[in-house]
């Protein structure tokens, strides 16, 4: 039993406030928390957060990159 490596990882790594978190949603292969979710959700379009949104969204949502 290899107890020691095993790490016991809570949640996965949010894109957008790089934390690891529980709850949240898939967004293709990347992992928005709640709390990002909620933000992204309440921010007005006008305010440069939500850019701030896009910008990582982008990344996301981005299949793939045209040459
Ligand atoms: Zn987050």
Redesign the pocket.
């Known amino acids: 039993m290899s107890t020691l490596l095993t790490e016991k990882k809570l949640g996965e790594r949010?894109?957008?406030?790089?934390?690891s978190?529980v709850k949240?949603i898939h967004l293709y292969t990347s992992f928005?928390?709640?709390?990002?979710?909620k933000?992204l959700i309440a921010t007005d379009t006008d305010d440069p957060k939500y850019k701030f949104y896009l910008n990582k969204l982008k990344k996301i949502t981005t299949p793939e990159i045209l040459s």
């Open positions: 949010c894109v957008i406030c790089e934390e978190k949240g928005i928390c709640s709390d990002c979710e933000d």
